[in-house]
């Protein structure tokens, strides 16, 4: 469970930093040359309790997507200085906790932000051109030459929306650019600039109008099952829904009932209810529906970061936040103010 590279030894001058989850070598390196270093080898997750028996005496956390840090946990760690954020989304964070009890809490925004919107589009063109049933078709054995099944929906000669202008919306708006498709954006509040080929809409254009419709938002208190069944029966019949961005702003239960009568064509995600551990009523697992409608169904598991430079940069912009806190510095990534 604990790193510590033969170089430096055990310092106990120096402070203490928790890496919750699997980090690279050269996370870990940089952190140790200041740090004394607890990391977890993986493969998955530590349990809560484990956790937070390695942070009571930490001045630091390196916290990643799998993590809930409330004022629960908080109370136990009275040495902590800052949480280090290696993640975008930080609803899983009690950021009004952190600045009670003067810990900073960073988080790295621009990162993730053009790998989650390439994903996008791959899920888009999976779902679209049916790409994972024609795998498994000739995987099964049954491909015996040109047929005419797996027909699908192109991007080029749809009505694209998107709910969320925000950075990773209105990257999905700029890559798809390349594309002869109409872009549609609704947000509450639409101040970033949008391609030539794109436009601003109402929500409600964005849902009656769109081909494929993909969610960019946010989960805050107001997007929690934004798509739910009441939204989604104003959807164009037959559209094909893409969630690239928080698992919760879509209401799984009713995207099953959707696809079942036909007022969803198919639904593609990378991430899911059961991923928002903030939530005390999510579910447990992904909708067994959802995972047994293969058919109508693209699902990876949470894969939008996962282009191993993005995550190594992530991660090093994480460890620089701890290591700037620790100096007495404002972490350049802080999400809030302390002191």
Same mark, same amino acid.
């Given at each position: ?10 310092d106990m001058r120096k402070p ?9 070598p050269e996370t870990l390196e ?5 740090? +004394? ?30 993590? !809930? ?10 040495? #902590? ?25 960073? &988080? ?8 989650? &919107? ?6 888009? =063109? ?5 790409? #994972? ?54 947000? /509450?509040? /639409? ?9 601003? &809409? ?26 739910? +069944? ?9 559209? #094909?829904?893409?969630? /690239? ?8 239960? &009713? ?19 059961? +991923? ?7 579910? #447990? ?25 993005? !995550?190594?940069? =992530? ?25």
């Amino acid at each position: 469970m604990v790193f510590i590279p033969k170089q430096h030894g055990i310092d106990m001058r120096k402070p203490k930093v928790v890496v919750t989850n699997p980090a690279f070598p050269e996370t870990l390196e940089l952190l140790a040359s200041h740090c +004394e270093v607890v990391s977890n080898p993986g493969p998955g997750p530590l349990a809560r309790p484990e956790l937070l028996a390695l942070c009571l005496d930490a001045q630091a956390i390196v916290a990643f997507m799998p993590d !809930r840090i409330d004022d629960d946990f908080l109370r136990e760690c009275p040495s #902590l200085r800052i949480v280090g954020c290696a993640l975008k989304g930080f609803d899983n964070f009690d950021v009004a906790a952190c600045t009670r009890r003067k810990i900073w809490i960073t &988080a790295v925004p621009d990162l993730l932000t053009e790998p989650t &919107a390439e994903l996008a589009l791959g899920l888009m =063109i999976s779902l679209g051109r049916h790409i #994972l049933g024609a795998d498994a078709h000739l995987r099964s054995g049954g491909f015996q030459g040109w047929r005419p099944t797996f027909y699908g929906r192109s991007i080029d000669g749809s009505a694209v929306g998107i709910l969320g202008g925000g950075a990773v919306g209105a990257a999905i708006a700029r890559k798809l650019s390349g594309f002869q498709c109409r872009t549609l954006v609704y947000d /509450p509040d /639409p101040v970033r600039q949008l391609p030539s080929t794109a436009r601003w &809409a109402t929500a409600g254009e964005v849902l009656s109008q769109s081909d494929f419709l993909v969610s960019a938002l946010p989960l805050v208190p107001g997007t929690l099952h934004y798509l739910d +069944e009441q939204r989604l029966a104003h959807v164009k019949r037959g559209c #094909l829904l893409v969630n /690239p961005s928080r698992g919760s702003v879509v209401h799984e239960e &009713a995207v099953v009932r959707a696809l079942k009568s036909g007022q969803l064509g198919g639904y593609a995600a990378d991430v899911f209810e059961f +991923e928002d551990w903030a939530r005390s009523d999510r579910p #447990l697992e992904v909708h067994p529906e959802l995972i047994a409608m293969a058919d109508k169904t693209v699902l990876t598991t949470h894969i939008g970061s996962a282009v191993t430079e993005v !995550r190594r940069k =992530i991660e090093r912009d994480a460890a620089l936040n701890v290591l700037e806190a620790l100096r007495g510095e404002r972490p350049h990534g802080a999400i809030n103010q302390v002191g």
